[in-house]
Every structure is written in structure tokens, then in C-alpha cells.
């Protein structure tokens, strides 16, 4: 079934796309003349399906986009008073452009939210998964998306105490965004294999904080001022993260991977064979790895290619990593190590998702990673906007 929209950037559609959404599960969003205009928020309804022709967007003439958004708040909400009430929601092959304003994308406080192959451009946000006071947002899967010359990439804040749990974005692109993810209070998440691309543009990349994190395989080109942001603030004094097989550039006064702990002594940490590099010869001002906050983090560096920058490791009075429980190796730029331990032992008392080693009194902690894929089907009738 048809509702009726042009799609030729002058008309407005928001009210057939309202329509279409109001009345089925699956939305499909044919190819357009140029864009469909909308100048309101759309309401989904939980278990709703949002598929688009194409997503592909054209820089300079800004052909070919699905949705142009010519409002001030949130493009994509769900239907409740609160949005901590949506569940399962995807979206695929869609394109939306912002007007540059203090708009939002999708704000997504949803349970179940699957968001694959789309592209985001000027917005404020594109996707905010702020949790509200209904219940936590969990099982977020975003992948092989385009973020582009948005203020935030993505956005978490925790609210009422509700968090942003166990989520995967991988393999997106991020550019010219200020700041690509700003996940706050976000446990659980995976994010791997991401793009990040700052264009002169960037203050930060990737700001995180929660436990049972995984940062792998990322390339990021340098921000005007930090790369990775992890901040140790559930005050469990357990943060359980590994940030690894990270490619970070950096430029002068900038800092690769920066480590707080804000609330209280933190210990879990693994930051290994991550590269750190200027890429250009030595930069003034620059520091690979930067412990900073007011407690101590205990955890390990291993084996990270730290070159071309001012200060390899900066702990500072009160940031220091020290040895509560693993060897701390130190890989500098001529291959030698500094080991706090002659010998490592690894007993193997494994257990459900961790290895634990004791020795002397000495105990850490070995995570598995873990990474898994969340499909949602629906069924129900499809109607075309």
C-alpha cells in the first residue's frame, strides 16, 4: 500500500510516512526523486521495520538521500510519552540529512535497537541512546553505518539511574564528526572495527566509560585533542575492559588512549598491542598512553607500539598504574621490556567468561572476548510511503 509521498525535496511527506508508519510493521522507503522532506518528528511503534532503497549519499549535490529533515528536534522517536518504552526496532539502507540545527537523527532510549548500512549527516546527534526512566537500554547492534559532520556521532547519557548495556557498533565510519561515540555509564558494549576520521574537525573519538568493555581494531586518524577516552566511574573498583589492536594517530599537544578513574581505584585493565603513531616523525606536546583522575588504575600495558611522540607513558601523581596483579610490560620504540614480574604464571581456573590467576598473593583477571550478532525478525503487512 501506497500513502502518497512525492520525494521530490519540495513537498512535504511527513504526514504519509506518518501514516505508512502508523499502520505497519514494515516501512519500505522507495528510491526518491531527490529526498522526502520531512519537517516533524515520526513516531515508530515498537517492532517496526524501517527499510530504504539505498542509502548512498552524494557529497556535493546531496543527491540521493531517503530523508532530508527540515525540523529542530528528533527526526525517528517512538511513540510513548517515554522512550524508554520502545523495543525492537530496525532500520536498513537509509540515508537522513539534518539542516545543521540542534536536531537528532533517532533518540533511541529502545530495547533491541538493530541499525545497519545507513548514513547520518548535520545533525546535532545522529543516534541517541539515552536511557530513561522505563528501563535500562540494552542489545543495541549498529553496524556499517556513516556518521558524518555531526557535533556527536552517537550519544549515551545515564538518566535516572538507567544505563546503556550490552551493545555492538562495528564497522562504522565516522568523519568530521566533533566528537565520533560519547557512551556514557555504557557496560558490556563491543566496539570494533570502526573508521574514525577527524579532518582537522574532531576534539575526541571514542569517550566511554562502564566495565565489561571491548575496544578493538580501530583506526584513528588524530583529533585536536584525544583519541581514546575511557572512564573508570561505576566506583565497583572492577573495570574489566580491554582496549587492544587499536590503530591511533596523533599530532602534536594530542593524546593517543587517555585512562581515568574518577571515583574510586580501579583494577581489569588490559591496553595492549595497540599502535600509537604520528606517522610524521616526532611530535611536541604528544602522549601515547595518559593515566589521569584522582585514584589509582591497576592493570597491564602490554605490548604497545608507542613511536613518534613526545611522552611514551604519562602517569602523573595520582593516575599511576601499578602492578595489583599482572606483570606491567612496557614495549618502547627499540624493543625492549620492563617487567614487574620474572616469571608469569597463568593457572587455569576458568570459569564462565574470565581466567583468574593467583600467585603470591598477586591476582588478575583474563577476559574472553566475546562478540555475538542480534537479528529481529517481524512479520506483519508492508506498506511503501
Request: include cysteine.
Amino acid at each position: 500500500m501506497s500513502y502518497g509521498a512525492v520525494g521530490d525535496g519540495v513537498a512535504d511527506d511527513t504526514a504519509a510516512i506518518q501514516a505508512a508508519l502508523d499502520n505497519h510493521r514494515v516501512v519500505f522507503f522507495p528510491k526518491p526523486k531527490w529526498r522526502y522532506k520531512v519537517t516533524s518528528s515520526l513516531k515508530i511503534n515498537n517492532y517496526t521495520m524501517i527499510y530504504g532503497e539505498q542509502c548512498f549519499l552524494d557529497q556535493n549535490t546531496l543527491n540521493n538521500q531517503t530523508v532530508y529533515y527540515a525540523g529542530t528536534d528528533c527526526l525517528f522517536t517512538t511513540t510513548s510519552t517515554d522512550p524508554g518504552s520502545g523495543v525492537c526496532i530496525q532500520m536498513r539502507n537509509v540515508s537522513v540529512e539534518g539542516n545543521n540545527s540542534t536536531n537528532v537523527a533517532m533518540t533511541s532510549a529502545i530495547q533491541r535497537l538493530s541499525v545497519k548500512n545507513c548514513l547520518f549527516r548535520h545533525f546535532d546527534i545522529g543516534i541517541d541512546l539515552t536511557a530513561y526512566a522505563v528501563s535500562d537500554v540494552v542489545e543495541t547492534v549498529i553496524s556499517e553505518c556513516y556518521f558524518i559532520q555531526c557535533n556527536t556521532g552517537i550519544r549515551s547519557t545515564s538518566t535516572s539511574g538507567k544505563h546503556n548495556t550490552d551493545g555492538i557498533l562495528s564497522n562504522c565510519f565516522f568523519s568530521n564528526c566533533i566528537t565520533g561515540i560519547n557512551l556514557d555509564t555504557a557496560p558490556g558494549w563491543l566496539i570494533q572495527g570502526n573508521h574514525f576520521y577527524g579532518l582537522g574537525v574532531s576534539q575526541q573519538h571514542i569517550v566511554i566509560s562502564g566495565y565489561l568493555l571491548k575496544i578493538l581494531g580501530n583506526y584513528i586518524e588524530p583529533a585536536n585533542q584525544r583519541g581514546i577516552v575511557y572512564k573508570m566511574t561505576e566506583g565497583n573498583g572492577v573495570c574489566n575492559a580491554i582496549i587492544a589492536d587499536n590503530l591511533v594517530m596523533v599530532k602534536s599537544g594530542e593524546v593517543g588512549i587517555t585512562l581515568m578513574s574518577l571515583v574510586g581505584e580501579a583494577d581489569g585493565l588490559i591496553v595492549a598491542d595497540n599502535v600509537i603513531n604520528s606517522g610524521t616523525g616526532l611530535t611536541t606536546g604528544s602522549i601515547g598512553v595518559s593515566v589521569e583522575g584522582s585514584f589509582r588504575v591497576y592493570g597491564t600495558l602490554l605490548n604497545n607500539d608507542i613511536n613518534n611522540v613526545e611522552t611514551k607513558v604519562s602517569t602523573g601523581a595520582l593516575g599511576s598504574i601499578r602492578s595489583g596483579g599482572f606483570e606491567i610490560i612496557i614495549t618502547n620504540s627499540g624493543g625492549q621490556m620492563a617487567l614487574s614480574f620474572q616469571m608469569v604464571l597463568v593457572c587455569l581456573n576458568i570459569l564462565v567468561s574470565q581466567r583468574q590467576c593467583n600467585h603470591s598473593g598477586a591476582k588478575g583477571l583474563f577476559i574472553i572476548k566475546l562478540a555475538g550478532q542480534l537479528t529481529i525478525l517481524g512479520v506483519g503487512s508492508i506498506g511503501s510511503i
